[in-house]
Every structure is written in structure tokens, then in C-alpha cells.
């Protein structure tokens, strides 16, 4: 989220507008973004609606759940408002002002994240800039 902040005004300059989405509550997303001071809007997507609908979400493994739960690395019960077990992937988008995906990046592995320079790539594209 630092990064996309770093980028803002040129997504901006491009047209664009960046919008995060998190299955967190919607006083756990407004949290987020003031602990980090980000300019850009996060929106709580709660029982991952909204991601279900773009097909990726997964239900956490029973072998690593126990993290997962209260006493564990996160309660995401609390975090999330549900007892579900479900998460997105980190998936980054650009949709065009025609509401077709222009660009999608998407990897099993949360800590690998789209480029920024490449996002920005795609939005001046998508924008024809």
C-alpha cells in the first residue's frame, strides 16, 4: 500500500483513481488507512462478496489455521466480522472507463505484489496517456 501511495499523484495525473478493497470490517479498512496515512480509499468488501465474484477467494488450510484464530497470529474472525476462514488473493487490477479489466496481475504467493511502475504502465495505457 506504501508503494501505491508513492505512485498517487501520477495515477491521478493519468485520470485514474486507486481504489484498495479489503474483507476487513469497515472500521478495520477505515483503520488501515489512517494508521497509514494513505490517500487513496480502502473499502471493506465483508464475506468477500466482491472478490468471489472475480474468483479469488480461498478458505484457509487446516493446517495453518490455528494461526488464524484468537491467540494466533491475527483473529480474523474479529478482523474480518466472519467466521468464514476465507481470503482473497492480492490481486491488482486497472479497469478501464468502459469497465473492462485492462490489466490483472495475480500470484498464490500473498507476499509477491504487482510492480508499481508496472501498474502505472497500465493505467497510462488504459487512459491513453
Same mark, same amino acid.
Given at each position: =500500500?506504501?508503494?501505491? *501511495?508513492? &505512485?498517487? @499523484? *501520477?495515477?491521478?495525473?493519468?485520470?485514474?483513481?486507486?481504489?484498495?478493497?479489503?474483507?476487513?470490517?469497515?472500521?478495520?479498512?477505515?483503520?488501515? /488507512?489512517?494508521?497509514? /496515512?494513505?490517500?487513496?480509499?480502502?473499502?471493506?468488501? =465483508?464475506? @468477500?462478496?466482491? /472478490?468471489?465474484?472475480?474468483?479469488?477467494?480461498? %478458505? &484457509?488450510?487446516?493446517?495453518?489455521?490455528?494461526?488464524?484464530?484468537?491467540?494466533?497470529?491475527?483473529?480474523?474472525?474479529?478482523? @474480518?466480522?466472519?467466521?468464514?476462514?476465507?481470503?482473497?488473493? /492480492?490481486?491488482?487490477?486497472?479497469?478501464?472507463?468502459?469497465?473492462?479489466? %485492462?490489466?490483472?496481475?495475480?500470484?498464490?504467493?500473498?507476499?509477491?505484489?504487482?510492480?508499481?511502475?508496472?501498474?502505472?504502465?497500465?493505467?497510462? *495505457?488504459?487512459?491513453?496517456?
Amino acid at each position: =500500500m506504501h508503494d501505491y *501511495q508513492k &505512485i498517487l @499523484n *501520477q495515477i491521478h495525473e493519468a485520470g485514474a483513481e486507486l481504489v484498495a478493497v479489503s474483507p476487513t470490517t469497515p472500521d478495520n479498512s477505515l483503520s488501515m /488507512a489512517e494508521k497509514h /496515512a494513505l490517500g487513496f480509499k480502502v473499502l471493506s468488501d =465483508m464475506g @468477500n462478496k466482491v /472478490a468471489r465474484e472475480y474468483g479469488v477467494v480461498y %478458505k &484457509i488450510p487446516e493446517g495453518i489455521r490455528n494461526l488464524y484464530e484468537p491467540g494466533g497470529m491475527i483473529d480474523l474472525a474479529k478482523y @474480518n466480522g466472519d467466521d468464514s476462514m476465507e481470503l482473497p488473493l /492480492a490481486v491488482t487490477y486497472v479497469i478501464g472507463a468502459d469497465g473492462i479489466v %485492462k490489466y490483472a496481475y495475480l500470484d498464490t504467493d500473498y507476499r509477491k505484489r504487482a510492480e508499481t511502475a508496472e501498474v502505472l504502465a497500465a493505467v497510462r *495505457q488504459a487512459a491513453g496517456r
